[in-house]
């Protein structure tokens, strides 16, 4: 592995806080639709939470991405051809398939809120209304759960994908930790606006927190076997600042603390545990992404 | 028929003429500079120097398209052996990195097989920039865009070589079709061992595609600063995917198992069967 190769100089407050925010909100659609898609209505209220927390956090996420561009005004580059105003793809490169997919899921979670508001009686007059909390809602929940799925996992095989040392050492990796730190914080996301939400109908708590300690479970051992299979080039992970935010941030206070809390004390449902956690593994899974971000961009 | 550069260091000066007729022609800023006046002492301070023997630019970078390597080789008793120099550039690689990772169809091949960067056209998202297995593109923060070699874009369009070939005094560094390069890359390659120097080889013939400028070293790659293995990032895809979908799997049958258990419990669903 070549040290000299370049760093990109990606900013932790843009292109990291984008892999976060977006496997935030795509992590939150994913776990609603497919509760709602694999166990029916018994889910709708998880769901409902699940379509008002995704939209909003992906809106977020194009000012992100744009500000770290050289030449913001151009993004439209990464969809339409610069000359002939056509659609691109080119489907080598993860950025420009990710950006698709980007659009895509935007597009299927702002149905599935634009559904919510409707079918909750929360936006009146809405054309087609006999549509709305019918079959396109499962429809808009399978293509968004899948580009969902992409938008968690493509930042991850973005940074594999290079030659940057450390992102080559972590290969192939890095998209499926992604995916289950995606997974995990979406739950917490969840969690907390449901903390806020007032009178919502109580959600199946057991299932959700299973499917937690599975996907925490996941991410753990991702979390390690990263760090494992990158050997001596793993070093700014091991020492110093992105040492404390990998294992002390990501791992301790986003993955074992929060997997201890529900083992150990889950009867005991304390009401600064149910907002104290998800807010712990929120912070952990920004530290993750800000972590393998900027150590591999250590020179 | 692709054109390219045969880089013969073994008779390179370390002149620097490629350098500065690179910046010449391409317009490319000039360097920062290397004294400047100590606002205490009254005088000029040395400032700016890499330390690094006869190296004054560190890297290629997006004003610096072209960058002579000065390499120093000592034996165990501190004696000088060898004194390398090494003119290096973008390889325009018959499989490029910076190419296949730009998401926006920026950089382009062109006709001669010289890859090139559209500035009209680079957004400056900087992903072909770690996607260089050599270090070459980079961002200039007065563009917002990146830069590097073009072999002379320009100039070989219209039948002209590159201007480091024009400038270069000894030969070191010889534009033309690549094939035609190659036959006399390996006619150097014979000499050389001829004369002793068993570890010669040619490098950029296997790399990332083939190399379109290529190089006759007389050490191994990496005592030039070049990696020994030039892999292709993209090649890696299929398989980072692969285990991506594998992760997404993974959680879809976690909310599988999870949801749909409890459903079957659910006294509203399967309610009648778990009373039986």
């Known amino acids: 592995m070549n040290p000299e190769v370049h760093v990109p100089g990606w900013e932790w407050y843009y292109v990291a806080m984008y892999f976060f925010v977006g496997g935030v909100s795509a992590g939150a659609y994913f776990i609603g639709s497919l509760a709602e898609l694999f166990g029916g209505e018994r889910y709708r209220s998880l769901s409902r939470t699940a379509y008002y927390v995704a939209f909003p956090l992906i809106l977020l996420t194009p000012p992100l991405l744009i500000l770290d561009l050289g030449r913001p005004v151009r993004f439209w580059h990464l969809l339409l051809d610069a000359n002939s105003g056509l659609p691109y793809l080119n489907v080598q490169s993860p950025l420009s ?106 959600v199946p708590r057991a299932a959700v927190d299973r499917f937690d300690r599975i996907v925490k479970g996941l991410e753990l051992v ?75 961009q250590v020179q | 028929m692709p054109k390219g550069l045969f880089v013969d260091t073994s008779i390179c000066t370390g002149c620097k003429a490629c350098q500065v007729a690179c910046k010449e022609w391409n317009g490319l800023p000039y360097e920062p500079s290397h004294f400047r006046l100590d606002p205490v002492e009254k005088r000029p301070v040395a400032v700016n120097f890499t330390g690094n023997s006869y190296d004054n630019t560190k890297a290629l970078s997006a004003t610096d398209w072209r960058h002579v390597r000065f390499i120093e080789r000592f034996d165990e008793s501190r004696t000088l052996t060898r004194w390398y120099f090494s003119s290096d550039s ?11 990772a730009c998401p926006t169809g920026a950089i382009v091949r062109t006709d001669l097989g010289n890859v090139v960067v559209r500035q009209d056209v680079c957004i400056g998202c900087k992903y072909c920039i770690p996607s260089c297995p050599f270090g070459v593109i980079a961002l200039s923060e007065t563009t917002g865009t990146v830069h590097k070699c073009t072999l002379c874009d320009d100039r070989i369009h219209n039948g002209l070589g590159t201007a480091c070939a024009k400038a270069c005094p000894t030969g070191s560094i010889r534009f033309g079709e690549v094939a035609g390069l190659k036959e006399h890359a390996n006619g150097r390659l014979a000499r050389v061992k001829s004369l002793g120097y068993a570890e010669a080889n ?75």
């Open chain 1, 97 to 202: 398939v990710g950006s698709w997919a980007l659009l895509l899921f935007g597009a299927m979670s702002f149905l599935s809120f634009l559904d919510n508001l409707v079918s909750e009686g929360r936006l009146k007059g809405a054309p087609w209304a006999h549509l709305y909390s019918g079959w396109p809602r499962k429809v808009y929940a399978a293509v968004g759960s899948v580009a969902g799925f992409f938008v968690a996992g493509y930042t991850g095989v973005v940074l594999n994908v290079t030659a940057r040392p450390l992102w080559v050492a972590t290969d192939p990796l890095v998209g499926a930790l992604f995916i289950a730190s995606a997974a995990s914080t979406g739950a917490a996301a969840i969690a907390l606006a449901d903390a806020w939400r007032r009178g919502v109908p109580e």
């Open chain 1, 222 to 296: 991702l979390a390690i076997a990263v760090v494992a299979v990158a050997g001596k080039y793993a070093a700014p992970l091991l020492s110093g600042v992105y040492a404390l935010a990998y294992w002390g941030g990501a791992v301790a206070l986003g993955i074992v603390l929060p997997l201890a809390w529900a083992w150990g004390a889950a009867p005991v449902r304390a009401a600064a545990g149910t907002r104290l956690i998800p807010v712990l593994v929120l912070v952990g899974g920004a530290l993750l992404r800000i972590a393998l971000v900027q150590a591999g």
């Open chain 2, 90 to 100: 973008c390889k325009h690689c018959g499989d490029a990195g910076c190419l296949n």
């Open chain 2, 202 to 276: 040619i490098y950029g013939y296997a790399e990332a595609g083939g190399l379109n400028v290529f190089y006759l070293f007389l050490e191994r790659p990496s005592v030039y600063g070049q990696p020994e293995k030039a892999e292709v990032p993209q090649r890696r895809l299929p398989v980072a995917s692969a285990v991506a979908v594998a992760g997404a799997l993974a959680v879809g049958a976690a909310a599988l198992v999870s949801f749909r258990e409890r459903t079957a419990r659910n006294p509203e669903g399967g309610g009648g069967e778990e009373t039986r």
